[in-house]
């Protein structure tokens, strides 16, 4: 599965950056893959123009292949971001489909050429994405940054899930943030691994200084979740503003009234402007790993020997 995985998407090492909502650009994504991974611009929060110019800055960055991420649901009309992809489809390598049913979408972007991998959180949505024919299956846990899938299954449980469920590379999502992660991943039955988080707080992260910082300095227990007064799940940085959108959640609001709170803007002022009093910022469970700000670069080689180190190193029974 590693190696088909690795075909799939023409890199050397089966590590994947996710989508990114601000966080993934084409800088980073171009970074991603020219360290040997697989980089995606994020189409989450961005227009449609600088959707485009992102795509553009990626290509134009790298000659490795790249990605997109789609999200679905975070788009009022997804066709136009549909368009674009197919528009750069001779310069992308594959794209990711998470936040909705992918069903429709999957044929699309396959008759183009573009194999496609789908966001799934529970064995039952793999088998349903695989049936609906991704070529790929990203399984992400709840430790994972950003939107969650509400079953709140964890990543050590929902991969070995997962992977005896169907026939096609699953990718492990959520709490992966050094070597270690990437072999235990490896020894559940993962094909390879998906950052998000662990690449936020990287040299080449548009993310602001102040959310790099805390992201350095946040320990496991430092996130929590927002938006589950409304049946939604999203892994946050614990902050001051934070603390004020659970004091409203706990009046238990519409979702029209708390939106207002949670909207993508919100998320720009913590991530973009590092503004953690006035908006919020994704971090996972794996942040406690997180000890400083090195080049993407460093990021994978060091995660890859780590990976072989651990590996090597196995304690027998
Ligand atoms: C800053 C940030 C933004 C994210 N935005 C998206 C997004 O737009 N689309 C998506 O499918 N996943 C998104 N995610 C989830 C990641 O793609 C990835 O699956 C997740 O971060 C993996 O868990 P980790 O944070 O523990 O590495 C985001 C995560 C973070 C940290």
Do not use: C
């Amino acid at each position: 599965m590693k190696q088909r995985l690795l075909e799939l998407l023409g890199v050397e090492f089966p590590i994947i950056e996710g989508g990114m909502a601000y966080i993934g650009d084409g800088r980073l994504a171009a970074a991603v893959s020219n360290a040997g991974a697989f980089g995606q611009v994020g189409s989450a929060g961005r227009t449609l123009q600088d959707f485009e110019k992102q795509i553009q800055i990626a290509i134009e960055s790298t000659n490795k292949p790249v990605g997109v991420n789609l999200p679905i649901g975070e788009h009022s009309d997804p066709r136009e971001r549909v368009e674009m992809i197919l528009k750069y489809k001779q310069h992308l390598r594959a794209v990711s489909i998470s936040a909705g049913n992918p069903r429709p979408f999957i044929p699309v972007f396959q008759e183009a050429g573009l194999p496609v991998m789908v966001v799934i959180s529970t064995a039952m949505h793999a088998q349903k994405a695989e049936a609906a024919g991704a070529d790929i299956l990203i399984a992400e846990g709840f430790e994972a940054g950003g939107h969650n899938g509400p079953s709140e299954v964890t990543t050590f449980a929902l991969i070995p899930q997962a992977a005896s469920a169907v026939n096609v590379p699953v990718i492990a999502a959520g709490g992966v943030a050094d070597g270690r992660g990437l072999a235990a991943a490896l020894a559940l039955g993962a094909a390879g691994v998906q950052l998000g988080t662990r690449l936020a707080a990287t040299v080449e992260s548009p993310a602001h200084e102040q959310y790099k910082q805390a992201l350095v300095a946040a320990r496991a227990e430092d996130t929590t979740m927002i938006e589950r007064s409304v049946g939604r799940v999203t892994r946050v940085l614990k902050s001051p503003y934070v603390a004020e959108v659970l004091a409203f959640e706990r009046t238990q609001p519409s979702p029209d009234e708390l939106y207002p709170f949670i909207k993508g803007e919100k998320n720009s002022i913590g991530a973009l402007q590092g503004d953690l009093q006035h908006g919020f910022a994704y971090g996972g469970q794996g942040v406690g790993l997180i000890h400083s700000i090195p080049t993407v670069e460093d990021v994978i080689s060091s995660m890859v020997e780590e990976a072989r180190r651990t590996l090597q190193n196995l304690p027998t029974l």
